[in-house]
């Protein structure tokens, strides 16, 4: 059962959706039925305890025994897809998933016994799924938030407003994870202690690098874990709410928690067993980023990234096409550029003049929206390179944005985004360069295409003057006319642009004809 987005309306009755978040601890199955307003109201929630990361985190592979539980619980699942009425399905994989060495295989068995096809996702789109699930529920109105989500594998530590994440942090820290460290016979707790330590200086090293002196407005906690000590919280300190656990309360439940032995807390805290072991790290992990952070308390809300794939389903719903988050992935793009020290005008302004001629143009290469931000992203980062040196920078720029994953762009997107960047000087996309050989048929296709047209807006501002202020192209068969709009004659850039249109030339199989050098 795929994701199907497109031909589908909200006028009568709305659709019913699902969610399966494949986590380290458990996989979740939520099923809801979408509002006309966006939101969604679930229907049906079940949690099995599949703790997928016991396996990986010690031996970097899903055993036997456990893939045949995994693959049964999709059974299952499928069953209640059945019985709902469902529509259209989303499953993610996350930490255990993305490490398995026999992923693959795991993911083959599992659709061919449900047809569900699992989507491996990073700790990039995890947070920015995350952050969509929060600001649905919680007042991130100019407010600048800290999100923590605690899972069986890693912690996303995202520092958010109510529009866009700001930056994320994803750590190998999760509770599955550390309660392996914390369970060794010799020197454990040694070693639990000092990468826990090291993982929040560097959360609080970046959130500086941020924010500064900024204060946090608010605090939200998400994951299972999480939830369980807002519960805890209530019923140890017979507290009317379970969705906030302040500083002071914290502290105490982790001495509590340290205190008391696994059955004890199975018995007197009524803690599952899946959930009583690993909480004990989770709370200890939750409470040194609250005093790194100087935070006074932890909103729980009680969402989490099932819900957040199911605000994306209904996204996609609503757009009729493939949605992609264009203001967060352009944030994300913007932030990394300035990382690198990007000169943010020329990178602006030959994004502005790409997504022209890319609009102008659009009959003959028959792109759509997912592959105009792309080349908006790649227009705006194709100069990062020269952080490193200016010498050969392209290839530095193709490197730099690979290693830098943008906040709303899948792994293969972010491929794509890289090579459009690595030729947009120099030499045109050959299969002889490896990291472009080894993307598929139709990416390549894809990457030549945007390269080309991202060659010419890169000559229209090759002096860094910003001088053409717009392009206009027209077709007249064999050739396009570049008719550009700006201050003065704009000579050179004219002849900048006569003297890259090889690539694009190529491409299209047209000519290129620059107006007052037509003769």
């Known amino acids: 059962m795929k994701l199907s987005p497109t031909n589908v309306t909200f006028i009568g009755a709305v659709p019913t959706i699902a969610a399966i978040d494949v986590g380290s601890n458990a996989i979740r199955l939520a099923i809801a039925n979408a509002n006309t307003d966006g939101g969604y109201q679930i229907v049906y929630s079940v949690r099995e305890s599949v703790r997928l990361g016991q396996d990986v985190f010690t031996k970097g592979t899903i055993s036997a025994h456990t893939i045949d539980r995994t693959v049964q619980t999709f059974i299952d699942f499928k069953q209640k897809l059945g019985e709902h009425g469902v ?5 993610v994989g996350t930490s255990a998933l993305r490490e398995a060495t026999n992923r693959d295989g795991v993911l083959q068995s599992i659709a061919k016994a449900t047809g569900i096809e699992i989507s491996i996702i990073g700790g990039e ?3 920015r799924l995350i952050h969509q699930a929060v600001k649905k529920v919680v007042n991130l109105n100019n407010k600048v938030a800290l999100l923590i989500d605690i899972g069986g594998g890693s912690v996303e530590v995202v520092l958010a407003d109510d529009t866009t994440v700001l930056c994320t942090e994803s750590y190998s820290m999760g509770s ?42 608010i605090c939200v906690g998400t994951g299972g874990s999480i939830e369980s000590i807002g ?13 906030k656990v302040t500083a002071e309360e914290l502290k105490t439940l982790v001495k509590k928690l340290r205190a008391t032995s696994f059955e004890e807390r199975i018995q007197d805290m009524r803690l599952r067993p899946d959930r009583a072991d690993v909480i004990v790290p989770a709370a200890i992990v939750l409470q040194k980023i609250v005093q790194q952070a100087g935070v006074e308390e932890v909103v729980i809300p009680g969402i989490g990234l099932k819900d957040g794939v199911l605000l994306e389903i209904i996204s996609q719903l609503r757009d009729h096409e493939k949605h992609i988050d264009r203001e967060q992935v352009i944030e994300s793009a913007q932030r990394l550029g300035k990382k690198y020290s990007y000169d943010e005008k020329h990178g602006s302004i030959v994004a502005k003049l790409a997504v022209q001629i890319f609009d102008q143009t659009q009959t003959f290469h028959e792109l759509a929206a997912e592959e105009r ?3 908006e992203v790649a227009a705006l980062l194709h100069d990062v390179g020269h952080y490193v040196n200016v010498a050969n920078h392209h290839k530095h720029s193709f490197y730099l944005i690979l290693a830098s994953p943008l906040i709303g762009l899948t792994a293969l997107q972010m491929d794509v985004v890289a090579n459009v960047a690595r030729y947009h000087r120099k030499s045109a996309p050959k299969t002889q360069h490896k990291p472009y ?8 296709l894809t990457i030549s295409k945007l390269a ?3 060659r010419l807006a890169d000559a229209l501002d090759h002096e860094h003057a910003s001088t053409v202020d717009a392009v206009e192209v027209e077709y007249k068969r064999p050739r396009f006319m570049f008719r550009l709009k700006g201050k003065g004659d704009m000579l050179l850039e004219k002849w900048a642009l006569a003297n890259k249109r090889d690539l694009f030339e190529s491409v299209f199989d047209a000519n290129v004809v620059v107006e007052d050098l037509a003769s």
């Open 231 to 243: 519960d805890l919280r209530k019923d140890l300190f017979n507290k009317n709410s379970n969705q």
């Open 437 to 444: 050989e080894d993307l598929a048929p139709k990416e390549r």
């Open 452 to 454: 080309a047209i991202l």
């Open 87 to 91: 529509s259209h399905v989303k499953a």
């Open 125 to 127: 789109e995890e947070a």
């Open 176 to 217: 599955v994870r550390l309660l392996k460290i914390l369970d060794e016979k010799s020197g454990g707790e040694e070693r639990f202690n000092q990468l826990v330590t090291e993982y929040v200086d560097a959360t609080q090293r970046r959130l500086e690098q941020e924010i500064g002196n900024q204060k946090i407005d």
């Open 373 to 375: 931000l792309i080349l």
